[in-house]
């Protein structure tokens, strides 16, 4: 029996060390992506306030759906070529991803928002994001069972965002009882994606375990999903609690 339990831990052992190297290998990904994004943002920030006719050309409703394209279009893409796909390949992918999305967030850099504010509620993500993180990475549930909810969801609160750049009666900013509803339930169908996120990386380890190379393909490619998700609930927050 000693010999028993003795053969199974050490056959745990290596196989837990690995998932911890492989998400924290992750998230490291992410902080990296992350700073991209904020250095990015802070420096079109500032050009946007030198130049007023910039924010224009960033802050319209055509770019905002060419945005939502650009993105499926370009998860879907390395998503499909991942296996093809260097590991540079990859990592280009992920550091320019997260360029791209710092000039999306660039007006949170600028006078338009208060810093205090921003940094509040940056840090009050980074609270959250961590917590749905450790919960779907220590959970038995299957999260599996509601994610397509909370896809369908936040697609939903996505399709409100960009009509309300049509309709300001509809932007889902505008503040009011319906704009308070519909970002809650944004931040509610985030909160299990990202959750879920976590999760679904575990089961992408254990599925890929002992594939070295396309590990660190999917831990560069996890990242940048993360990121995103993280930046979908800043900006869900910043409508919340972001208004003067």
């Not at 940094?119 to 299957?142: E, H, R």
């Not at 999917?218 to 998700?229: K, Q």
Request: a positive charge; aromatic letters at 14%; proline letters at 3%.
């Amino acid at each position: 029996m000693n010999d028993f339990n003795t053969r199974t831990t050490g056959a745990v052992a290596p196989t837990d060390a690995g998932l911890r190297d492989f998400m924290l290998g992750t998230y490291r990904y992410m902080a990296m992506a992350m700073a991209v994004t904020a250095i990015v943002a802070y420096f079109t920030g500032q050009a946007i306030m030198a130049n007023p006719a910039l924010g224009a050309l960033i802050y319209n409703p055509i770019t905002a759906i060419a945005t939502i394209g650009i993105i499926m279009f370009g998860f879907g893409a390395v998503g499909r070529k991942l296996p093809s796909m260097s590991m540079g390949g990859v990592l280009t992918f992920l550091f320019g991803f997260a360029a791209f999305m710092g000039l999306i967030m660039s007006a949170y850099a600028t006078a338009f928002y208060d810093p205090y504010v921003v940094a509040k509620i940056f840090f009050m993500t980074v609270a959250m994001f961590g917590a749905l993180s450790l919960f779907g990475y220590t959970t038995s549930f299957n999260l599996n069972a509601i994610i397509k909810y909370a896809v369908a969801a936040f697609m939903g609160y996505i399709a409100l965002a960009v009509l309300g750049m049509f309709i300001p009666a509809l932007s889902v900013t505008a503040g009011g009882p319906l704009g308070i509803a519909i970002n809650i339930i944004a931040l509610a169908a985030i909160a299990v994606i990202a959750a879920w996120e976590t999760q679904n990386l575990k089961r992408i380890y254990y599925s890929m375990a002992g594939n070295a190379a396309m590990l660190g393909k999917m831990s560069a490619f996890g990242a940048a999903s993360l990121l995103l998700t993280f930046i979908n609930m800043f900006q869900i927050l910043m409508s919340l609690f972001g208004r003067d």
